[in-house]
């Protein structure tokens, strides 16, 4: 299962829930491969930490057409496709053939998404080629939306207009999975009225798991770890294993 976790918005989470469900999937047994897509390579910096400095990477694949090498990760059975800041300036160059460009990530991975349960990609905050691409090669696509924007909704429409436009134009395979609500702060009724918002729009298309706002997340960032790893029995590392058990039941029901 190739599950993109995209949002046109910046710092709704999408790095946070790519590699903190990676790594609660493989806490659970499950194979994961983690793909940066996103040249900020954050995701890149908590699946690595300070233990490997990637030398290939997906700024090779797309400008040099060498097969990206894929890491081990600080986490046992999740590995990485690494990115650097480097494949930012690729992006106006891959424009010249842009059909070939929206399979590229696509054709670099298809072989080898045989071997993972679960392959979790991770994509810049815009609706540019990367996402695309993303899109291209994934089965399913997550949204994080923030609790406590009102911006929240809008920003859902505009990335759930681009998964229906993949969809509907170079990949029929891939479908809209669920929203998952990010910084959720029970104690703010801005918070709890813009949950009811999105529960009320969305119904059974949001995950029941929440996830809350809390200082770990950036704590554990700052370490380069997840937080499952930097306080694995914190509140929010118990939601993380929670939305890896929903997905899980999700994907591949127990009967
Ligand atoms: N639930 C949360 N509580 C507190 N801080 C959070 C939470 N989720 C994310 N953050 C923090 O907010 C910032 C943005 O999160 P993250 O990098 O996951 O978002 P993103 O959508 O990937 O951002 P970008 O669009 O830049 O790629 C980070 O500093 C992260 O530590
Ligand atoms: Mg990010």
Redesign the pocket.
Known sequence: MIISIC?N??????????ANLAHALANKGKKVLVIDN?P?G?TTSIMLGETIEPSVTLRDAYGDGVTPTIYPTQYENVSLIANETATASLEPVLYGDLREAYHLLNDIIKDITGNYDYVLI?S??NLGLFVIMSLVASDAAII?LVSSSRFSIEGFVAAYDAIKAVSDNFNPRLKFLRAVI???DKRTSVSKLSIEHIRQHFGSRVFETT????????A??QSQLTVIRWKPQSG?SKRFRALAEELIDLIDPVV
Do not use: C, L, S, Y
């Not at 918005?9 to 790519?18: D, E, L, N, R």
């Not at 996830?211 to 950036?218: A, G, M, N, R």
């Open positions: 949002n918005k910046g710092g709704v989470g999408k790095t946070t829930i790519t996103d900020q954050n991770d810049p905050p994080p990010n910084r959720v996830i809350p706002h809390t200082t770990d997340i950036e554990a960032e929010v």
